[in-house]
């Protein structure tokens, strides 16, 4: 699937695997890796990111819940 996310200003376009969690796609795509992975069940609050104005658990998360996010 292709999604469009703005990620600290700048808006590109990507395809991705519909199951690629959030934290993988910003550590290995975008080379990002200011987002951890801790604990992988939402409890340590190491992967947090800020997606307009909720933060989301990106080690939870699929990417494709990100679509449109900034
Ligand atoms: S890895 Fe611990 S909350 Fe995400």
Redesign the pocket.
């Known amino acids: 699937m292709q999604i469009t996310l703005r990620v600290n200003g700048r808006e590109d376009r990507h395809e991705v695997e519909p199951r690629t969690l959030l934290v993988q796609f910003l550590r290995e795509r975008l080379r990002l890796t200011g987002t ?13 990111v800020l997606a307009r104005v909720l933060t989301r ?4 998360d699929a990417i494709a819940r990100a679509k449109g996010s900034r």
């Open positions: 951890h992975v801790g604990c992988e069940t939402s409890l340590c609050g190491a992967c947090t658990r990106a080690a939870l």
